[in-house]
């Protein structure tokens, strides 16, 4: 699937992402003719990726999410990695960031821990997603359907979400995930 002229968001914070659920989408965007644009959280300018509880890379920040606006983008990438998303759902700017890349019907692709952003958001009721297993209570009572799959893509809303479990999924992931952007 091509993804030229396509730009995509990745939105993360400021450390304790799941080093190769950033980059393996990442790749995946660069290879399909997108633009991959990485927005944060707070003020750095880089970031800081894990290798699950070993530090990773830094990677340099395009752009704070202050300054970010959906308009900009065609879809959005939420990594996973544990501290990542719970540092994300407390940014207020980074929860209506997301939320509203849904609320206009752009897709939005979440891996691992990531769905809690868009618990916090309160964009999963009513939709179908997959997750890091110890997600499924918060978000089955955040309204969603939480199933087990490698990887889930639910258009029963106002924009499509692929989700997926782990980093054994991203092949499915990246595949769905630019198919659907």
């Known amino acids: 699937m091509s993804l030229d002229g396509k730009k995509i968001a990745f939105l993360v914070a400021s450390e304790g992402i799941e080093q190769v659920e950033l980059t393996e989408p990442w790749k995946a965007v660069v290879q399909g003719g997108g633009q991959p644009v990485l927005v944060a959280s707070g003020d750095g300018t880089t970031v800081q990726a894990y290798n699950h509880l070993d530090k990773g890379d830094t990677f340099d920040v395009d752009l704070p999410v202050s300054r970010a606006g959906v308009e900009d983008y065609d879809g959005l990438v939420l990594p996973g990695g544990v501290a990542n998303p719970d ?13 509203a890349f849904v609320d206009v019907g752009k897709p939005v692709a979440v891996i691992c821990h990531g769905p809690w952003t868009l618990v916090e958001a309160d964009v999963v009721r009513g939709r179908r997603v997959t997750s890091w297993p110890s997600l499924q209570t918060d978000l089955r009572n955040a309204g969603a359907e939480w199933v087990d799959e490698e990887v889930v893509v639910c258009t029963g809303g106002p924009g499509p979400i ?19 952007f």
């Open 162 to 180: 692929v989700s997926s479990r782990n980093p054994d999924d991203l092949p499915a992931f990246t595949k769905a995930m630019a198919d659907v």
């Open 87 to 99: 540092e994300l759902r407390t940014d207020p700017t980074a929860v209506a960031f997301a939320k």
